[in-house]
Every structure is written in structure tokens, then in C-alpha cells.
């Protein structure tokens, strides 16, 4: 028998607030554990919860641009279960009510373009984070418990189960994470834990319209992990069904090392969480001219504006990649091209150098003025500077904010061309290097590259290196 794979996600997200959902601790990454908690975060007896409105303006933003249907009211509920990261045991989310419902992704995959629907979007507090000994939570000596996560607001993601492979799962993901990412809700780290996502598995015969069994596995730190941990998953399932088995409905763990998916327990229904109304909060009532102002705020989405770059701008692929993963430099991209129409030159010089000196001084596209850039380029373009000179300056203008065109006059770094200059210098080196000159006779052409180099250093790098050879070549044939 030939089996279907049924997948749908459960995607996590935290929103980029300074401070959480119910309280003032920061949600700074990376502290010293358990230094950005307070008595709300951990439930201690007379505490109460306060909403945060930046958190609610963040997942409005995100359920807007998922195509999701904003809900004029909403509710928290409690999650009831125990839990060593969750001290209060029960987590603050929102089940009967959510803050959206319905939504979607066009997502082009390998088959080609396919609609993933929504079932819906909810807010709801992040828990603590356990740190076991050693290398798995198997096996573990003991765990620490660190809850400087607790109570970050999170933004949970249904997906219906649309997907059927773990290929399409990794590809959802990444346009997901795309959106997330330009509509500015969240980072998406998923090495800091920021997008995670847990994955609800089964299998049906092909042609049947049933559902299987589900197992949920959870887990998964990278794009590839969902990938492989699904594949597994799904080959784990379809053995026991060949078999005259029965899959049992349960959380399995993916183990990253081992490349195998562990049950770890049975998979809980709602009905055990036995939610209520949370008590502390009053339902969340949204009015439609706040939606209004985040939905007119919202960027344009990665699908959009890589149709519109393309077309624009006349890049290929590999170019439009690198820009609608990272939005500051596709900003800054479109910002310089404003002023300077050489859009290839333009995108390579923004993929290749500019990145690599942001990169290498720790800097964001932002912080650079879009002027300086077509400054330096047009510099170029004029042949005022050569290309080594452009790479100093550029360094030069990110780590400081410098004129190329400034420091062009200060430094005089401007370029030494024609014959008039070149020549003497020509001159001096074919007399200082009598045994390259004769190389370069007898048919070793990396001997004109030896004097080219030291014409280049007379010059403090300021010759254009095609012009020099070419210079060179004829001086030594009329000797």
C-alpha cells in the first residue's frame, strides 16, 4: 500500500519587544540566567499580569501580513500543566478566542505555487528554558532551569495540514520566516530560540480523505532538522503501518546526533490541559482604526518586492535572493539606485564589498548614507580612482562615515594615469629588474605580473593595473 503524508506546523515566534508580555524584565537574549525575572514572570501569590501594547501592535503586524483575520476581541485563558520550566504551572495563552483566525501563504515549491492555509494565530507567554548535562536530555546527570525566558511574548502559528513532505515544510518555513522577518515582529533567530517549530505527522492510504494517527515532534532547531527529522518520521510510520502496526498518538523528541526521532511521551489532548478564562486579565478588545493604522503601516511583502526588483532593476536570482533575505540591504540597495542607474554594478558592488566591510566592522546597512556610496561608485566611473583605491576607501567610509571624495583630496589618492606619469616609473623598474624582464622575453608571462606589481607599488596603488601592463608590454618590445 502507498501512504500520503499529512504534516501540519505549529510555529513559535517571539516578538521583538524590549520587555515581556505581562511585565517590565527585559527580554534581552544571552544573560546571565535568571538575572531578567521578577515575581510576575515566575506566578508568586499577589501578582498581577498587565498587557503590553507593543506586544499586541507586534502580533497584530504579523497576523496581517499572514493574511489573518484579526478578532475585535480576544481572550487569555490558562494552559494548565506541570513543567520544571514553567513555574507558575500553567501558561497564560489564548485557546477559545484567538487574536486571528484563517490565513495563508503562497508558497512556490518544487510542484509550484500552492496556497498553505491557517487555522489561526494566538498570543501567548513563553516559558523557561531547561539546560540538561551532557549532550542530550537522555542520560542527563541533572538539569539547570534558567527562566529568563519565562513570560516572553510568543506568537503561535497554526498551519492546517496542507504540507506533505518535509521538503515543503522547509520551504514554508522560509517564506514564513521571510514575512515574519519584513513585517519586522521578529528576529527569527532560530539559533537563539526566537522561531521554533514542532510539527503534528501522520499517514493515510493515497486517495484516502481520513486522517492517521498524528505523532508531534518536536525539537527541531534548523530548517534541515525539520526537513530530516519529517523524512524520518514519516518512513518510522509508514514501517509500522506495513507491518500490521498501529502508530500511537505521541510527542517524540528529534535527536540531532542520532538522526532518529525518540518517543518521549503520550501526546496530551486539550482537554488535558483543562483551560479556563485566565482571571487576572480582561478579555483583549482591539478597535478597528488600530488595525486599520498597523495594516496601512505594513511593509511590501518579499513576494511583491521581489517580482518589482526583478523587473526594475533587471537582477537574476542569486541577486534577488541575498536582498529579499535581508531587507536593510535590499533598503539600502534602493536607496543608492535612486541616485545611480548602473543597477548591476550597483547590486554587485552591495553584495560583494559593501557586505563584506559591514560585515567585517559589525555594522547594519543603515547606519551607511546611500550618498557616500554613489559617491565612491561615481569616483570610479570617472576613473578618478581605480578599483584598489574604491575597496580602501569603502572600508574606510563604513568604519567612519568618511567623503570618499574627501578623503580622496586629503590622502591624494587620486589616480595616476597616462603615459606622461607612467612611463618614467615604467622606466625605473625595467632598469631595477633586469632578470624579470628577461623571463618575461623568454615566454614567462608571470614575470609581467612581478613588474606590474612594482610599478604598483610606486604608484601607492593609484595605477590601473590594465593600463599599467599594457604600458609595460610596449616599453619592453621597443627595447
Known amino acids: 500500500m502507498h501512504y500520503e503524508t499529512i504534516i501540519g506546523l505549529e510555529?513559535?515566534?517571539?516578538?521583538?519587544?524590549?520587555?515581556?508580555?505581562?511585565?517590565?524584565?527585559?527580554?534581552?537574549?544571552?544573560?546571565?540566567?535568571?538575572?531578567?525575572?521578577?515575581?510576575?514572570?515566575?506566578?508568586?501569590?499577589?501578582?498581577?499580569?498587565?498587557?503590553?501594547?507593543?506586544?499586541?501592535?507586534?502580533?497584530?503586524?504579523?497576523?496581517?501580513?499572514?493574511?489573518?483575520d484579526i478578532q475585535l476581541q480576544s481572550r487569555f485563558d490558562r494552559k494548565n500543566y506541570y513543567y520544571p520550566d514553567l513555574p507558575k504551572a500553567y501558561q497564560i495563552s489564548q485557546y477559545e478566542q484567538p487574536l486571528a483566525k484563517g490565513g495563508y501563504l503562497e508558497v512556490e515549491f518544487e510542484s509550484g505555487l500552492r496556497r498553505i492555509n491557517l487555522e489561526r494565530v494566538h498570543l501567548e507567554e513563553e516559558a523557561g528554558k531547561l539546560i540538561h548535562a551532557g549532550d542530550s536530555i537522555f542520560g542527563a546527570d541533572y538539569s539547570l532551569v534558567d527562566y529568563n525566558r519565562t513570560g516572553i511574548p510568543l506568537l503561535e502559528i497554526v498551519t492546517a495540514p496542507d504540507i506533505r513532505s518535509g521538503s515543503e515544510a522547509r520551504k514554508f518555513l522560509e517564506t514564513l520566516r521571510s514575512i515574519l522577518l519584513y513585517s519586522g515582529a521578529s528576529d527569527c533567530k532560530m539559533e537563539e530560540g526566537s522561531l521554533r517549530c514542532d510539527a503534528n505527522i501522520s499517514l493515510r492510504p493515497v486517495g484516502s480523505q481520513g486522517y492517521g494517527v498524528k505523532a508531534e515532534v518536536k525539537n527541531m532547531n534548523s530548517f534541515r532538522a525539520v526537513e530530516t527529522a519529517l523524512y524520518y518520521e514519516a518512513k518510522r510510520q509508514e514501517k509500522i503501518l506495513a507491518g500490521g502496526g498501529t502508530v500511537i498518538q505521541q510527542t517524540c523528541h528529534w535527536d540531532e546526533a542520532e538522526k532518529i526521532t525518540i518517543p518521549i511521551r503520550s501526546k496530551e489532548g486539550s482537554s488535558d490541559y483543562r483551560y479556563f478564562p485566565e482571571p487576572d486579565l480582561l478579555p483583549l478588545t482591539l478597535d478597528k482604526d488600530f488595525i486599520s493604522r498597523i495594516a496601512e503601516s505594513l511593509p511590501e511583502m518579499p513576494g511583491k518586492r521581489r517580482a518589482r526588483m526583478a523587473e526594475h532593476y533587471g537582477l537574476g536570482e542569486s541577486e534577488l535572493d541575498i536582498f529579499i533575505e535581508n531587507?536593510?540591504?535590499?533598503?539600502?540597495?534602493?536607496?543608492?539606485?535612486?541616485?545611480?542607474?548602473?543597477?548591476?554594478?550597483?547590486?554587485?558592488?552591495?553584495?560583494?564589498?559593501?557586505?563584506?566591510?559591514?560585515?567585517?566592522?559589525?555594522?547594519?546597512?543603515?547606519e551607511i548614507k546611500p550618498e557616500l556610496f554613489v559617491e565612491l561608485l561615481?569616483?570610479?566611473?570617472?576613473?578618478?580612482?581605480n578599483r584598489p583605491v574604491a575597496k580602501e576607501l569603502l572600508a574606510e567610509m563604513i568604519q567612519n562615515g568618511s567623503s570618499p571624495k574627501e578623503l580622496?583630496?586629503?590622502?591624494?589618492?587620486?589616480?595616476?594615469?597616462?603615459?606622461?606619469?607612467?612611463?618614467?616609473?615604467?622606466?625605473?623598474?625595467?632598469?631595477?629588474?633586469?632578470?624579470?624582464?628577461?623571463?618575461?622575453?623568454?615566454?614567462?608571462?608571470?614575470?609581467?605580473?612581478?613588474?606590474?606589481?612594482?610599478?604598483?607599488?610606486?604608484?601607492?596603488?593609484?595605477?590601473?593595473?590594465?593600463e599599467l601592463n599594457k604600458l609595460l608590454r610596449e616599453k619592453i618590445s621597443q627595447q
Open 408 to 466: 580622496v583630496e586629503e590622502k591624494g589618492l587620486g589616480r595616476i594615469a597616462g603615459g606622461e606619469k607612467l612611463i618614467p616609473l615604467i622606466e625605473q623598474v625595467i632598469a631595477e629588474n633586469p632578470d624579470a624582464v628577461e623571463n618575461y622575453r623568454q615566454g614567462k608571462e608571470k614575470a609581467i605580473t612581478f613588474l606590474v606589481g612594482r610599478v604598483m607599488a610606486l604608484t601607492k596603488g593609484r595605477a590601473d593595473p590594465g
Open 11 to 68: 510555529i513559535h515566534l517571539e516578538l521583538q519587544t524590549s520587555s515581556k508580555l505581562f511585565c517590565g524584565c527585559s527580554t534581552s537574549f544571552g544573560q546571565e540566567a535568571n538575572t531578567n525575572c521578577c515575581p510576575v514572570c515566575l506566578g508568586l501569590p499577589g501578582t498581577l499580569p498587565v498587557f503590553n501594547k507593543r506586544a499586541i501592535e507586534l502580533a497584530v503586524t504579523a497576523a496581517l501580513a499572514l493574511n489573518s
Open 327 to 366: 531587507r536593510p540591504l535590499a533598503d539600502f540597495f534602493e536607496a543608492a539606485a535612486e541616485k545611480y542607474d548602473d543597477y548591476k554594478n550597483l547590486a554587485n558592488w552591495v553584495q560583494g564589498d559593501f557586505l563584506y566591510q559591514l560585515r567585517e566592522n559589525d555594522k547594519k546597512p543603515e
Open 378 to 385: 561615481t569616483l570610479l566611473e570617472k576613473g578618478q580612482i
